[in-house]
């Protein structure tokens, strides 16, 4: 089934709406008060190289930063669909984006982990697209009365 955009954006504001503490109080601020930008990567996977997709994304964890990434984080296909995974990467930037990738293609362990899907297998494909916070509608905390 092909993703359109509508489902694509209601599919992002579903998972995001779904980890409330995605990003927490520690987290990459804009430099100079700039808005940040967020690169949302959607991959199809192999279902059944589910841990292969986590060591991955796991890998990811130490190579982003390096590479000049905030990285948000990687998700795997909880209930529902079982062959879509995320990963979310902050950037001040489309320019700090574009460093970043430089550097990435030249970092050995991203070398590596990028080899090791490609003989692997288990990203099917991949989807990025950069989105940006609407001011006053991300991290804002329940607000359950009681008893309910």
């Known amino acids: 089934m092909q993703t359109t955009r509508r489902r694509f954006v209601a ?53 982003i930063p390096r ?20 990963g979310l990467i902050a950037f001040d930037s489309l320019a700090s984006y574009e460093a970043y990738k430089r550097r990435l293609h030249v970092d050995p362990a991203a070398r590596a982990n990028f080899a090791a899907a490609a003989s692997q297998r288990f990203v099917l494909r991949e989807e990025r697209n950069f989105v940006q916070v609407v001011e006053g509608t991300f991290e804002l905390p329940a607000q359950l009365k009681p008893g309910t």
């Open 67 to 86: 590479c000049g990434g905030h990285l948000i984080g990687y998700f795997l296909p909880h209930e529902g669909t079982n062959d879509v995974g995320w």
């Open 11 to 63: 599919g992002t504001l579903a998972l995001l709406g779904a980890i409330p503490n995605l990003v927490m109080a520690n987290r990459p601020k804009p430099s100079r008060g700039k808005p940040m930008i967020t690169c949302v990567i959607r991959y199809q996977i192999d279902p059944f190289q589910r841990e292969a997709f986590a060591r991955y994304a796991a890998n990811w964890g130490e190579i």
